[in-house]
């Protein structure tokens, strides 16, 4: 190994732990989403283990950021974002943002074949916004059932149960902004009352 390579190398434990704690995530958290061992991701940030991509590309995917934020690929000053699309329940989110540790933008696809089934809502730290481009959005927030058209957007503070969805059989699209709390793992929030 050349210099050049010994010190991308030494870089990248510096750079998962400060990826780690932009996040707000401890060791245990990111253990977890991966399935690498608390001590494992210890060494690694402090550098007593090598990186390799069999532990780096897990950390990439659990912290949402491509793979040279990490090794810290050169700087090309090309500003374009490589958009690598993310399937969940039938949606398409598009990561229109690179940065994991401040404000997070999205494109949401929800495909007229996607499957719909009936709304649960969720709950989460932090405040989102959402701007309908293409179609109707249904967005349940607590009690309220609204529907947004093209050309509407919403904002709500997500500790309030919401779910959101397609408004009838066309397909949807909608821009999404949340912060680094939005990041967190999604709580199924209780309709029942006690």
Not at 4 to 10: E, F, M, R
């Amino acid at each position: 190994m050349d210099d050049t390579t010994d010190g991308v190398l030494a870089a990248v434990g510096p750079r998962l732990r400060a990826v780690r704690q932009r996040r707000g995530v401890t060791l245990a958290d990111l253990s977890a989403a991966t399935g690498i061992s608390v001590s494992t991701l210890s060494r690694l940030e402090s550098g007593q283990r090598r990186p390799n991509l069999e532990l780096l590309l897990p950390l990439a995917r659990a912290h949402g950021v491509p793979l040279d934020e990490l090794v810290g690929a050169p700087a090309t000053g090309d500003p374009r974002i490589h958009i690598r699309p993310i399937k969940r329940h039938g949606h398409i989110i598009l990561p229109l943002s690179r940065d994991a540790g401040g404000l997070q933008a999205f494109k949401h696809v929800i495909p007229a074949n996607a499957p719909q089934g009936e709304p649960s809502q969720k709950t989460h730290e932090g405040f989102e916004w959402m701007y309908v481009i293409k179609g109707k959005l249904r967005l349940v927030l607590g009690e309220l059932d609204i529907i947004l058209p093209a050309g509407e957007a919403a904002e709500f503070d997500t500790h309030v149960p919401h779910w959101f969805g397609r408004a009838g059989d066309e397909s949807v699209e909608f821009l999404s902004l949340f912060g680094r709390q939005g990041e967190r793992m999604h709580v199924r929030a209780s309709t029942e009352r006690a």
